[in-house]
């Protein structure tokens, strides 16, 4: 354990050397952030109606007693949707997604010799693979839990409207009254976090591949796994340390 720890702190810090040349390093930072971001925002736009609708039938069914007021179900909806709901679940999904394409395409270019062929050329093959990936990772991943946290609400809004056991009116009371800032602030540090954990563990996975086919989806299933464990861990200790 310590030692891929050691060599995971030594690959983060080469990947964030100064690069020998700004623009073809910001032109891949550009095209990681559309294949997470616009490649991503499909799946999570579907995941994160179903939850909002969902977490919104589940807490009305459970309010059942007449002295609580139904906009209770809004504010419940809203906190664990922007506290738990859309940064966790949604990080949990980018790790099957992001992350699996991470693992595999850096393991690819390894047992194929391409990392090699960049490391004879002078270039700084973890800075120019992996650093870009984590830039793009930090920067979309929380744009991501922004609209699922929208999307979200939006969905418990269509579930009060179609099943009529809460009245929209107090829905949307619910939602507005009350809300304490430090729930979002909690969320953007959770996805912060969140993005840079499925990025990094992905692609040290797949920097040390060795082998062939077989193990690329080997690196793959562990950075994924990996990623999962350890987003839960941090999704922990942030919870404990700041709420």
């Known amino acids: 354990m310590l030692y891929h720890l050691g060599r995971y702190i030594l690959l983060m810090r080469l990947s964030f050397k100064k690069p020998e040349k700004f623009s073809v390093y910001w032109a891949e930072v550009m095209r990681e952030?559309?294949?997470?971001?616009?490649?991503?925002?499909?799946?999570v736009a579907i995941i994160s109606l179903f939850i909002g609708a969902?977490?919104?039938?589940?807490?009305?069914?459970?309010?059942?007693?007449?002295?609580?007021?139904?906009?209770?179900?809004?504010?419940?909806?809203?906190?664990?949707t922007i506290l738990e709901f859309s940064p966790t679940i949604t990080s949990l999904v980018l790790a099957g997604r992001v992350g699996s394409s991470i693992a595999s395409q850096i393991g690819t270019m390894r047992v194929t010799e391409q990392i090699d062929a960049l490391e004879i050329m002078g270039v700084n093959a973890p800075g120019f693979l992996i650093s870009p990936k984590i830039i793009a990772g930090i920067t979309m991943i929380p744009l991501l839990v922004i609209i699922s946290i929208s999307l979200g609400l939006f969905g418990g809004y269509i579930a009060c409207a179609a099943s009529k056991e809460v009245a929209v009116a107090e829905y949307i009371q619910g939602l507005t009254g009350g809300f304490k800032p430090i729930i979002l602030q909690v969320s953007m540090v959770k996805a912060l976090f969140f993005g840079y954990i499925i990025t990094s563990i992905c692609a040290y996975q797949g920097f040390y591949t060795s082998g062939g086919a077989l193990e690329v989806g080997q690196s793959a299933t562990r950075?994924?796994?990996f990623s999962c464990i350890m987003i839960l861990f941090a999704d922990l200790v942030i919870s404990r340390i700041m709420l």
């Open 33 to 43: 952030m559309v294949s997470i971001g616009i490649g991503s925002l499909g799946i």
């Open 54 to 80: 969902v977490a919104t039938i589940q807490t009305a069914f459970q309010l059942v007693v007449d002295y609580i007021p139904k906009s209770v179900v809004g504010t419940i909806t809203r906190d664990s």
């Open 223 to 225: 950075g994924v796994v």
